[in-house]
């Protein structure tokens, strides 16, 4: 079940600690997402990028920042400004081009103690 | 701006009964509607996409550009159908999507 990868499954920080998830796809997709599940409000976006070296915002980006350094991977940091932190990460890859289909990671359940 | 609403947050119906799981967006421009399904202890996965028509594990869904509406459907709904499922818009030049906040359908025996 390969494609795109997300580590750690589980993931536990104490309050005001940044931590970094990271997110891979060997399907050489050119854009890349993060989303936030969270019971009742469905997906939300985060950031999002459509080639290396560059992303924009979604619809909730405060607290958050990534990077696209190369085209394989896009880390999402959870930093301490964030400040319901607590949630399930996915992070998704697709082709760049119209009515293409997004590819979803396991996902990882961020809990901030 | 983009919206997505999907009305039931839950749908219980019984085996071999027809379901249907509301949509319905709010978009200036073409849009390009889609099903996502996440079964349980599995990976959210495209269901169907509008552009296609195609059926997919019996479901289909017919985007009424009148009515704003995305809806799926299936004639006789089996237990494994029991899943969450979201609606998605997408639009314009940066092909985003906007997700709605999803319908946990249950497929009683």
């Known amino acids: 079940d390969g494609g795109i990868t997300q580590s750690p499954k589980y993931l536990f920080r104490k309050e005001g600690q940044n931590v970094t998830l990271s997110c891979e796809q060997n399907?050489?997709?050119?854009?890349m997402y993060w989303y936030r599940q969270d019971p009742g409000q469905g997906l939300r976006l985060i950031y999002y990028?459509?080639?290396?070296?560059?992303?924009q915002k979604g619809d909730i980006a405060e607290g958050y920042s990534v990077s696209r350094e190369k085209k394989e991977s896009f880390p999402l940091t959870v930093t301490s400004a964030q400040k319901n932190p607590t949630a399930f990460y996915l992070c998704?890859?697709?082709?760049?081009?119209?009515?293409?289909?997004?590819?979803f990671g396991p996902g990882t359940r961020l809990t901030v103690l | 701006a983009q919206r997505v609403t999907q009305p039931e947050k839950l749908l219980s119906v019984f085996k071999g009964a027809p379901v249907e799981l509301k949509c319905n967006y709010s978009?200036?421009?073409?849009?390009?509607l889609f099903w996502y399904v996440q079964y349980s202890r599995q990976r959210l996965q495209l269901l169907l996409r509008?552009?296609s028509r195609e059926s997919i594990k019996g479901f289909t869904a017919d985007l009424n550009k009148g009515e704003t509406s995305f809806h799926l459907k299936k004639p006789f709904a089996q237990e494994e159908d029991s899943a969450m499922y979201y609606c998605?818009?997408?639009?314009?030049?940066?092909?985003?999507?906007?997700f709605g906040k999803g319908t946990l359908l249950t497929v009683n025996p």
């Open positions: 998704a890859s697709s082709g760049w081009t119209a009515y293409n289909e997004q590819f």
């Open positions: 399907l050489n997709h050119d854009a």
């Open positions: 990028s459509q080639i290396v070296n560059d992303f």
């Open positions: 978009y200036s421009g073409s849009p390009e």
């Open positions: 509008h552009i």
């Open positions: 998605a818009l997408g639009g314009g030049s940066n092909y985003k999507l906007t």
